[in-house]
């Protein structure tokens, strides 16, 4: 059974910092391209970043490039979103993601 059990989610002030951890377990993670999809309140799913099997190609919706690294460990099967300098409109659920499936989500919430 494929999960993927996000964590690391939490309050912060603008300009704060948080890591978000994703958990994969059920498939071979290290065949995947990994993603982070994001959902703010009352919106779409809006796609954050990728990166590929092996930890390259990393890519980013403009709006966190610069603030926003994704990695991953395929030695431990997680992925990684190290989000810097958070901005209110950062706040949704964030999820991650492959071609079997997504997790519950953690809530990222960046307010004064």
């Known amino acids: 059974e494929v999960q993927l059990v996000e964590s690391g989610g939490g309050s912060v002030q603008p300009g704060g910092s948080l890591r978000l951890t994703c958990a994969a377990s059920?498939?071979?993670?290290?065949?995947?391209?990994m993603t982070w999809v994001r959902q703010a309140p009352g919106k779409g799913l809006e796609w954050v970043s990728a990166?590929?099997?092996?930890?390259?190609?990393?890519t980013y919706v403009d709006s966190v490039k610069g603030r926003f690294t994704i990695s991953r460990d395929n030695t431990k099967n997680t992925l990684y979103l190290q989000m810097n300098s958070l901005k209110p409109e950062d706040t949704a659920v964030y999820y991650c993601?492959?071609?079997?499936?997504r997790g519950q989500g953690t809530q990222v919430t960046v307010s004064s």
């Open positions: 993601q492959n071609v079997r499936g």
């Open positions: 059920g498939f071979t993670f290290s065949m995947y391209t």
């Open positions: 990166i590929n099997r092996d930890g390259g190609s990393p």
